[in-house]
């Protein structure tokens, strides 16, 4: 045990010195730039590292044994890994080369080396033949959604990510001059994507959409590499489940491709495939690494702990024990969890001391309990409870954990109250998910399988229907922009994040604002804060406050951009307040009606004013 431990640490130390050498002397004597010195080091430095960790760890020859999970995954990990670390410590932070290097060079090595030593001793020996394979099959999901989705249109969620993202990397200071209610790890996940559109000449959308596709596969490829281990199904079925798991993404993120929750979905499967495949599996502990990617997904959004929380109380139902709540997957979630929080805490203290409390009082997008309600297809939820019942009395762990899947989703969907639409692409995944594990089931009767084909069909020519993401309102809009004068800069008010961001990065202009939307104001205008104000005196005050700071910051950024293009919206969404418009929120200010009165020409339609700079 001592001695592999040193022998790790051995081969991490020499992969270490000879990544940092062979990047400086690279430099220093062919003149390159940073970013391919550090590729030529961390190539060699790997190298070393796997015929270092082949031969003197495991004892193994390379040519005959292929140990996918330790050598495919720590180098894609590591190369993303130091890629990014050399592009902002040294492009955005303005280190010189050999603390970015060194920085770089300790930092990927040890996080492989970790990899490494957690995975290394239950790794699951696979054939080249089988490698190679399971390469295939979990490529042919990821070429068919860039097919479908490249050079589209992305959703506006991630629109905004996209154009707020490369702001904070040109140096704007994230909760500051980027405002935005969710949690920062969002803007991090966009940033490799900023890179590859900066590095290969994509757009930026483009660049998201194969980004995205690359993890999928990676996804994909650790299921392959999990339903090979496990051995339950027959290979030509451990095809069909990737290629199911596969078309489950595609099909049910087809509206709103690389949304939060379609990352999540894709980043939950490894650990939901060894959840249904572990009671045949004697060891649990691979679950730890299949926690850390789930952990990756469920830290998006605050309410997505539900999954593991569902999934602990069924496991400690169905075994009649509390040890699941301290499974080695629910401490590595915890941890990961933790060390997020203590990072945001530390890297964006104004997130918790600023943004959260702003966005309690003000973040109020809720629609109707009717409207939320009626966003929920019934029909696939029926069938569902159908085949949960009737699979249930053949295979009760599979099911428990479908419905557990299900579920959390409902939940999610009825915390968040917003009765957005992408809210719940997670369930109809998860419904779509269990057919196809039934009609691969070998207990399944086939009136089962053949239920569950329906369900799969109706859902896939509903999302079909449905067809990519397309929003009227924005679409209608941006053929009113094309007939105006070309403009550089764009600016949207509105409270409709539809008709914001995405419109400047359709239209390769810069976004003027460090809004999205203008999240806050709906509460502002609902209870007539600057007015009569229907609320607490308490929350009275500090709405007024709200109000007279997001005018400052409107202020701000018009005289900072100076937009070629403002567009103001008469019809406000989420907003009751017959009497409130915004161009009267505008108007308690009067340099904001000056700036704009005396650079802006003004026209307008039935739903719009749009200024044109003089």
């Given at each position: 045990?001592?001695?592999?431990?040193?022998?790790?640490?051995?081969?991490?130390?020499?992969s270490i010195i000879t990544h940092v050498f062979v990047a400086?002397?690279?430099?220093?004597?062919?003149?390159?730039?940073?970013?391919?010195?550090?590729?030529?080091g961390f190539g060699i430095a790997t190298v070393i590292s796997c015929f270092g960790y082949s031969y003197f760890t495991f004892g193994r020859r390379p040519k005959r044994y292929f140990y996918v999970p330790l050598f495919l995954a720590t180098l894609l990990l590591g190369l993303a890994l130091s890629s990014f670390i050399v592009y902002f410590s040294i492009y955005?932070?303005?280190?010189?080369?050999?603390?970015?290097?060194?920085l770089v060079a300790i930092v990927t090595h040890v996080t492989m080396l970790s990899m490494l030593k957690v995975w290394g001793e239950r790794l699951t020996e696979i054939t080249l033949n089988k490698f190679l394979i399971g390469v295939l099959i979990s490529l042919v999901p990821s070429v068919i959604f860039l097919n479908v989705h490249l050079g589209q249109i992305i959703n506006h969620d991630t629109a905004w990510y996209l154009v707020a993202t490369r702001k904070w990397l040109e140096g704007q200071v994230l909760y500051d001059k980027i405002l935005e209610v969710n949690p920062p790890l969002n803007f991090y996940y966009t940033a490799p994507a900023i890179w590859l559109a900066d590095n290969l000449g994509l757009s930026d959308i483009d660049a998201q959409y194969i980004l995205f596709s690359a993890i999928?596969?990676?996804?994909?490829?650790?299921?392959?590499?999990?339903?090979?281990?496990?051995?339950k199904f027959n290979g030509r079925k451990n095809a069909t489940l990737i290629l199911a798991l596969g078309f489950t993404v595609i099909i049910t993120g087809l509206p709103y491709a690389v949304q939060r929750e379609h990352i999540l979905v894709v980043l939950l499967l490894p650990w939901i495939v060894g959840l249904l495949l572990e009671q045949e599996c004697e060891h649990q502990r691979r679950g730890a690494s299949r926690a850390v990617l789930a952990a990756a997904g469920i830290c998006l959004k605050p309410y997505f702990v539900i999954y593991p929380i569902f999934m602990t109380v069924f496991f400690v139902i169905s075994q009649r024990s509390i040890r699941p709540v301290i499974s080695n997957a629910n401490i590595t979630m915890a941890l990961v969890g933790v060390c997020y929080v203590v990072s945001v805490a530390l890297i964006h203290p104004v997130y918790f001391t600023e943004i959260i409390p702003v966005a309690k009082l003000t973040y109020n997008y809720a629609k109707s309990t009717e409207l939320i309600l009626s966003s929920i297809e019934f029909i696939p939820l029926l069938f569902f409870i159908v085949l949960a019942i009737a699979s249930y009395t053949l295979q009760r762990q599979t099911t428990g954990i479908f419905v557990c899947l299900v579920l959390a989703a409902l939940a999610i969907y009825v915390v968040q109250w917003k009765g957005f639409d992408y809210h719940l692409l997670p369930l109809y995944s998860w419904i779509v998910l269990f057919c196809f594990w039934l009609m691969v089931e070998?207990?399944?009767?086939?009136?089962?399988?053949?239920i569950a084909l329906f369900v799969v069909t109706f859902i896939s020519t509903w999302f079909i229907k449905t067809g990519p993401y397309q929003v009227y309102q924005t679409e209608w809009l941006m053929q009113r922009l094309q007939q105006l004068t070309p403009f550089n800069s764009l600016v949207v008010y509105s409270t409709y994040v539809s008709i914001g961001p995405i419109l400047a990065l359709r239209n390769n202009a810069e976004w003027a604002s460090r809004y999205p939307t203008f999240w806050t104001i709906p509460v502002i205008a609902n209870t007539d804060a600057e007015q009569s104000c229907s609320s607490s005196p308490k929350s009275c005050l500090r709405l007024n406050e709200i109000a007279i700071e997001t005018r400052a910051h409107i202020k701000e950024d018009l005289t900072n951009y100076s937009p070629d293009l403002i567009v103001i919206d008469k019809m406000p969404g989420y907003i009751t307040n017959?009497?409130?418009s915004l161009l009267k929120f505008f108007s308690r200010d009067a340099e904001i009606v000056q700036f704009l009165d005396a650079r802006y020409h003004v026209s307008s339609d039935s739903?719009?004013?749009y200024l044109v700079r003089k």
């Open positions: 045990m001592i001695t592999t431990s040193l022998c790790f640490i051995a081969v991490g130390v020499v400086l002397m690279s430099a220093k004597a062919l003149s390159l730039a940073p970013m391919i010195v550090n590729f030529y955005k932070l303005e280190w010189s080369l050999t603390q970015g290097v060194l999928l596969w990676g996804s994909l490829f650790w299921c392959w590499n999990i339903l090979v281990g496990v051995n070998h207990y399944s009767p086939f009136k089962l399988k053949a017959k009497d409130f739903r719009f004013y």
